[in-house]
């Protein structure tokens, strides 16, 4: 990756307006922030989540709140704690997430 043309910033989480995204169950909401290529985002999954979809998109992810389950198409499961980070390119392994408990992530892609 090359991180470029970005000047140095701070970001207030808390300033960046959420956009809600419905799960085939329960909701995801999305603080976004875009620095040119790059899209960073905290995302809060409520209690129950499903995605509504397989992604293929490759992202780096932490979990810093709940209990993250991620499905890889292969049929492997994982699941994500505080302070786990899973790494994923482009194209890669498909993978959904769920949560029984609700999830608040950390993702660059």
């Known amino acids: ?22 799960g085939e169950n329960g909701m995801a909401y999305w ?5 040119g290529a790059l899209r960073v985002r905290m995302v809060e999954y409520t209690a129950g989540y499903l995605a509504d979809h397989w992604c293929n998109k490759g992202h780096i992810l932490l979990c810093l709140e709940g209990e993250l ?3 890889l198409d292969d049929g492997r499961h994982l699941v994500m ?29």
């Open 69 to 71: 389950h991620t499905e």
């Open 81 to 109: 704690t505080p302070g786990m980070s899973y790494q994923v390119a482009d194209g890669a392994e498909a993978h959904r997430s769920s949560t029984a408990t609700g999830a608040r992530l950390f993702i660059v892609d």
């Open 31 to 35: 603080r976004t922030c875009q620095f």
């Open 1 to 22: 990756m090359n991180i470029s043309d970005i000047p140095f910033g701070v970001t207030d989480w808390s300033t960046v307006e959420a956009t809600e995204h419905a």
